[in-house]
């Protein structure tokens, strides 16, 4: 019989499909309880608890064997409980644990009512990952109660429900399914490298397997169709790629437009080369001071704890931190950050990637922000990645704060910073009071602003 197959496993399939085949095929590797519920944008259960205990009557399933597991939550839907917390569905290999089920008035085997599934996310949007994981409860529903619910639902830490329907995603469902039973069952999915990759265990199988023949999808940020178009034009490898002029390469007709082409074709010559390729000069505001700031975040909280800025002034720099050292002080430490920027209304403001600008306008709405801050905050935000993607090509797959910073010479301290560890090390600070923990993080954080200003001196260096 094949591995099992779980609502997780679609999530993994999205990010990597050698991941479900290595976990299938080879001794998992040993996985923290809470790094699984953050891969999968889950919530710790003290906080699904806030979220569910306003639920009518609400029973929680307490075995850990999932077959036990299984028959306590049918014993719970045969008495056609409201609220079944921790629910576990099971129909063969498949096994799906969605947070919890409801009760709705029609018709199942059970009774007149049937339960529909619901997941608790961190999440302000319904990605899709979640619709394909609302089908397989559907489906394994339909199996149990003979009632196929017509809906999905994810709820927010907000207590707010997103609905979705369960037919509008079903063919795309049945057709990543069937890939998915193929691969449990041994046939191996062919290589092709992305940043969702980083998140499996078998990253460095995956990179080493892509790397190895050369694959296209080294190439960063390249689209699946894309290596489709090439393979279809007989460029099969970056090598092949790199060492062909544009005019071969158009000649050979692949349905891909001439800008995006040129720029992967590059990407390949910088790639062979191992060396960075500079397109544009990236104009950087003039500023005898410069902010450069960093969030960390546990998701399994929905809280955002430390906010780190850089305060540089004529190339001297100062840390300052903003510390959540508990969720209740979120809005105390939001409150803290804002006076502090008060004093640099008209200073740039670096931060790496979407994040943190999208936090702080979340943050705002919750907590209050002053108009004038605000509009300081929209003006003076600069995202560094934006600035740097249209300026330089990179000899690299991947283009993390932590790659192109690595590149430019930074190097962090400690053992194995990423920002996963720093909400590890934050949950265990809140288990244990341990201080070496959240210093642990400050290191971290420091790291991540001195990094990101490091990237931009080597910018203004280089691309020129």
């Not at 993994?12 to 999968?40: F, G, H, I, N």
């Not at 092709?192 to 960063?220: A, V, Y």
């Not at 489709?228 to 460029?235: F, K, P």
């Amino acid at each position: 019989m094949p591995r099992k197959i779980t609502e997780k496993t679609f999530f993994q399939y999205l990010k990597c499909p050698s991941w479900v085949y290595y976990d299938a095929t080879q001794s998992e590797p040993v996985r923290d309880a809470l790094l699984l519920r953050l891969m999968d944008d889950g919530l710790i259960f003290e906080k699904e608890y806030e979220i569910i205990r306003d639920r009518p009557d609400v029973v929680e399933v307490m075995a850990e064997d999932p077959e036990e597991a299984f028959r306590q939550t049918v014993t719970f839907m045969r008495e056609g409980r409201e609220t079944i917390y921790r629910a576990t569905l099971v129909d063969g290999h498949w096994v799906g644990t969605p947070d919890f089920l409801a009760r709705v008035e029609g018709h199942s085997t059970f009774g007149s009512y049937y339960y529909v599934a619901a997941d608790m996310k961190r999440t302000r949007e319904v990605r899709d990952d979640y619709k394909f994981q609302g089908c397989f409860y559907a489906e394994l529903l339909e199996r149990i109660q003979g009632h196929k619910p017509v809906q999905g639902y994810v709820v927010t830490p907000e207590k707010k429900t997103m609905s979705y329907l369960i037919e509008e995603f079903e063919k795309e469902y049945k057709l990543t399914l069937q890939e998915i039973e193929r691969i449990v069952a041994g046939e191996k999915p062919a290589h092709f490298l992305t940043s969702g990759c980083k998140q499996s265990p078998w990253f460095s199988t995956c990179r080493k397997d892509s790397e190895s023949c050369n694959d296209l999808s080294i190439l960063n940020r390249i689209w699946t169709e894309e290596v489709h178009a090439l393979s279809r034009a007989d460029i099969t490898n970056v090598d092949a790629f790199a060492a062909l002029s544009m005019k071969d390469i158009e000649r050979r007709r692949p349905n891909i437009t001439h800008s995006r082409l040129e720029m992967l074709h590059k990407q390949a010559v910088a790639l062979t080369q191992k060396q960075h390729i500079i397109l544009e000069s990236p104009i950087f505001p003039e500023a005898k001071t410069e902010l450069y700031f960093d969030i960390e975040s546990d998701p399994l909280r929905d809280l955002d704890f430390l906010f780190g800025v850089l305060e540089v002034k004529r190339g001297r720099a100062k840390y300052h931190s903003f510390l959540a050292s508990k969720p209740e002080d979120e809005g105390k430490m939001w409150h803290e950050f804002c006076d502090f920027m008060q004093g640099f209304l008209d200073v740039p403001v670096y931060h790496y990637g979407w994040y943190e600008a999208d936090v702080v306008q979340r943050l705002g709405a919750k907590y209050g922000i002053s108009e004038l801050l605000r509009e300081s905050f929209e003006h003076n935000f600069i995202d560094l990645l934006s600035m740097i993607r249209p300026s330089v090509i990179f000899p690299l797959s991947f283009y993390s704060l932590k790659d192109l910073a690595a590149y430019a010479g930074y190097k962090w301290h400690g053992e194995e910073p990423s920002g996963v560890n720093a909400v590890l090390w934050f949950e265990v600070w809140l288990k244990m009071q341990d201080q070496t923990y959240l210093d642990r993080i400050l290191t971290y954080n420091e790291d991540d602003v001195r990094a990101t200003w490091t990237l931009k001196k080597w910018v203004e260096k280089n691309a020129v």
